[in-house]
């Protein structure tokens, strides 16, 4: 997995997704936010939302563009194990645009997060959708922790993020 993916800088943004999740079981707005990190290195940029105690969320961190799917499985550390050594992808659909994205699932202190690695065309093709995002996860030839969520009034918050993610 490439550095920018790794357990450290995820953390900073896990707060953010637990503020959302833990607001209500229903829908959330998309919010943006960014989040500083130590001198000479760039910000965080975050757009996310949640949804029945999931949340799933678009991180830029310079030029590396990641999505993370906060999710509220109770998957103990032998389970864990076993299902990152499946293989396991993010499957994303907006209206006609389908993406399928390898990453892992990795604990953190709100739950269990999955995060995969994305090109930055991802931002640029979100932008522009409407309706529903689906997502997914699959692994061993299932899918799990299906959820769809509403891409109205994404629109702001994925710009700001697209404007601020060094090309």
């Given at each position: ?11 900073s ?5 637990a ?8 829908s959330?707005e ?7 990190r130590?001198?000479?290195?760039p ?19 310079g030029?590396?563009?990641s999505?993370?799917y906060l999710t509220n499985?109770?998957?103990?550390g ?11 992808s ?6 006609a645009q389908a993406r ?9 202190p ?6 995969a ?13 409407s309706?529903?995002l ?5 692994f061993s030839?299932r ?11 994404s629109?702001p ?6 404007e601020?993610?060094?090309?």
């Open positions: 997995m490439p550095p920018s993916l790794a357990i450290r800088p995820l953390l943004g896990a707060a953010l997704f503020g959302l999740l833990a607001a209500s079981g229903a959330a998309w919010t943006y936010s960014e989040v500083a130590g001198a000479g290195e910000a965080t940029h975050i757009a996310v939302t949640s949804r029945e105690y999931h949340g799933v969320g678009l991180r830029c961190d030029s590396a563009v999505v993370q499985d109770p998957m103990d032998e389970q864990l194990e076993r299902f990152n050594a499946s293989g396991p993010l499957n994303l659909k907006a209206g399928r994205l390898t990453g892992e699932m990795q604990r953190v709100q739950g269990l997060v999955f995060v690695a994305a090109e930055p065309e991802l931002l640029e093709t979100l932008s522009g959708a309706g529903e689906e997502v997914s996860i699959d030839g899918q799990t922790h299906q959820r769809t969520f509403a891409m109205e009034g629109g918050a994925l710009k700001t993020l697209r601020n993610c060094a090309p």
